[in-house]
């Protein structure tokens, strides 16, 4: 028996009970009272413990607040010591050993050493979590991945636990206890994961990692994901919302944009029925308002989600963020600019990058459109070096890439940036977004002609050739989306053609590559395609926002690769 005097099976039954209604509670916004509902067993229960630090978890993951990551992480870190305290002495590969290949498993006939091993796995994947957790955290805090292949230990150690016990799921002695569902959604969740992001991993970050002749099954880790998801488990919603943030985000900051809007919205429908009020969930609808094309109802959706809850207003700032954007897509800069002077004021981040945009966008008003008091794009553009920030001794990509942009109004005479608004939104993927509305597309590509012919105006600098390709890059994406492919492809051309003029801006070659195949893999010219993005993968480095170019020239590859069949509708139908 355990220490409480119960049995350890009534044990983890409460506790899975008990965490199952705080995580209620934090989906209803009641985000103190779930933590309060669980801190008392924190030292004492491992799915206390766990879930106390899943929910900070997320908080970070909503959030990008350097507190609330290294909070999270040091809670994590504890979580995962309470763990130990219930995982069998030996290795994890006896314990399952025990489970799988010793013939005693039949012979027991006392329930209580057949629930101590159950108590043991559930331990297992408990730990595991932790650290697949941790690792995830590593991530958000450097999307270079330094600290991420520091943490590599962590990483193999909780994929090799997942593998062992999904093996353990699979065999035939394996004899399922009460609680076998929470346990098997872990096992789906964390599979999944590991399969679905080490797929997005390209392959030098993969050998740094030593996931040798391992890169993960995409449509695997959808299918595992999808499966958690649709089961009545304790990791249901933590599988749920990893498909969402990788249909709705992933796929587009770190992939081709390519994500499965319909699947992200089918897996939100009975979460928004239950939760309407859930500022979780109404952030994910607005995103995926948005990824539809209705910028008026994403806003609707964003600021309902503001409205929702007042306790956590660092959750606001990942609204502004978003609202930002919509505005951005609308070319309405003054309210564009009203979210990023807000996040400048209000969110910790990365004040680098919000001034940033505060003058980019100042830059994009007209000579009858009244500057707010006391701004002046140059001050504002002088400003951003001096505020770069370190997390865990790393600087944000964004955040450098601000900071080299901004670099050129520290002469005397500084040379205007030309669309720096519509630069960035290149830099997140806001093309793709936009992609799917003609009317949205052709505005853009009207403010990207003005831009042109006044860039053709002024007078030759040293700096004309990268802002023309700028200027190219970000037209030849509109002229795509717009169906004018011969335009496109020969605007992704000239850049690559004018490759030895760019001076500073050279992530534009390896990026206008990545675009020109993209566009032939829509034609389904793939050898070429390839051929393209080997090119943007092997020939440059050492350039601004290298690490997520990287990434989405590992989806290029992997939608070059894959047969028309297994595209992004794959496993898509698995949960009906």
């Given at each position: 028996l355990s220490s409480s005097g119960r049995s350890p099976t009534s044990d983890l039954n409460t506790a899975l009970h008990e965490c199952m209604a705080a995580l209620d509670l934090f989906l209803n916004n009641k985000f103190s009272d779930a933590l309060a509902s669980l801190q008392a067993k924190t030292k004492d229960s491992m799915y206390h413990a766990l879930t106390y630090a899943t929910i900070l978890e997320m908080q970070a993951m909503m959030t990008f607040d350097p507190q609330d990551i290294l909070n999270a992480?040091?809670?994590?870190?504890?979580?995962?010591?309470?763990?130990?305290?219930?995982?069998?002495?030996?290795?994890v590969a006896d314990s399952i050993n025990n489970l799988v290949h010793r013939q005693s498993l039949e012979r027991f006939t006392e329930g209580n050493i057949i629930t101590n091993m159950h108590n043991e796995i559930h331990a297992e994947i408990c730990y595991a979590e932790c650290l697949l957790q941790r690792a995830a955290l590593t991530f958000l805090q450097d999307e270079n991945m330094v600290s991420f292949i520091k943490g590599g230990i962590k990483v193999r150690n909780s994929y090799q636990t997942y593998r062992e016990l999904d093996s353990l799921i699979q065999s035939p002695h394996y004899v399922k206890g009460e609680n076998h569902l929470h346990f098997e959604g872990g096992v789906k969740l964390g599979v999944g994961a590991f399969n679905l992001t080490l797929s997005m991993f390209p392959a030098r970050i993969l050998r740094l990692l030593e996931f040798v002749g391992f890169s993960g099954n995409k449509e695997h880790g959808l299918l595992q994901l999808q499966e958690g998801a649709s089961s009545y488990s304790f990791r249901s919603v933590l599988c749920t919302m990893l498909l969402l943030c990788y249909h709705t985000f992933m796929t587009f900051v770190l992939g081709t944009g390519k994500g499965n809007v319909e699947e992200a919205e089918r897996l939100l429908k009975p979460y928004l029925a239950r939760y309407p009020k859930g500022a979780i969930f109404l952030f994910f609808a607005g995103r995926i308002e948005t990824l539809k094309g209705n910028i008026d109802a994403a806003v609707n959706r964003y600021e309902e989600c503001c409205e929702a809850q007042q306790y956590w207003k660092q959750f606001h700032h990942m609204c502004y963020w978003e609202l930002m954007w919509c505005f951005t897509y609308k070319r309405q800069w003054k309210m564009a600019f009203f979210y990023a002077d807000l996040l400048s004021k209000e969110n910790t981040w990365s004040k680098a990058t919000y001034i940033y945009m505060k003058a980019a966008y100042?830059?994009?008003?007209?000579?009858?459109?009244?500057?707010?008091?006391?701004?002046?794009?140059?001050?504002?553009?002088r400003v951003v070096p001096s505020l770069k920030l370190k997390i865990a001794g790393k600087s944000l990509p964004t955040e450098k890439f601000a900071i080299r942009k901004a670099r050129r109004y520290l002469?005397?005479?500084?040379?205007?940036?030309?669309?720096?608004?519509?630069?960035?939104?290149?830099?997140?993927?806001?093309?793709?977004?936009?992609?799917?509305?003609?009317?949205?597309?052709?505005?853009?590509?009207?403010?990207?002609?003005?831009?042109?012919?006044?860039?053709?105006?002024?007078?030759?600098?040293?700096?004309?050739?990268?802002?023309?390709?700028?200027?190219?890059?970000?037209?030849?994406l509109c002229l795509k989306h717009l169906?004018?492919?011969?335009?496109?492809?020969?605007?992704?051309?000239?850049?690559?053609?004018?490759?030895?003029?760019?001076?500073y801006d050279h992530y534009?070659?390896?990026?206008?590559?990545?675009?020109?195949?993209?566009?032939?893999?829509?034609?389904?010219?793939?050898?070429?395609?390839?051929?393209?993005?080997?090119?943007?993968?092997?020939?440059?480095?050492?350039?601004?926002?290298?690490?997520?170019?990287?990434?989405?020239?590992?989806?290029?590859?992997?939608?070059?690769?894959?047969?028309?069949e297994n595209g992004m509708h794959s496993g898509a139908s698995a949960v009906s």
């Open positions: 992480g040091n809670t994590m870190k504890e979580a995962q010591a309470t763990c130990q305290k219930f995982r069998k002495k030996s290795t100042l830059s994009m008003f007209g000579p009858d459109d009244c500057s707010p008091f006391g701004d002046s794009e140059a001050d504002l553009f002469s005397s005479n500084p040379i205007p940036l030309p669309v720096p608004p519509l630069e960035m939104m290149y830099i997140w993927n806001g093309y793709a977004v936009i992609g799917k509305c003609p009317n949205l597309t052709e505005g853009m590509l009207e403010t990207l002609i003005e831009a042109e012919e006044a860039l053709a105006r002024s007078s030759a600098t040293e700096l004309l050739a990268d802002d023309q390709c700028v200027i190219k890059l970000l037209k030849g169906g004018k492919i011969s335009e496109a492809e020969d605007h992704f051309n000239y850049i690559y053609l004018n490759e030895k003029k760019v001076k534009l070659i390896p990026n206008a590559l990545l675009e020109l195949a993209i566009l032939y893999l829509d034609q389904d010219r793939r050898e070429e395609a390839i051929k393209l993005l080997e090119r943007a993968k092997q020939n440059y480095k050492n350039y601004s926002m290298e690490t997520r170019t990287h990434f989405r020239i590992q989806a290029a590859l992997h939608q070059a690769k894959s047969a028309p």
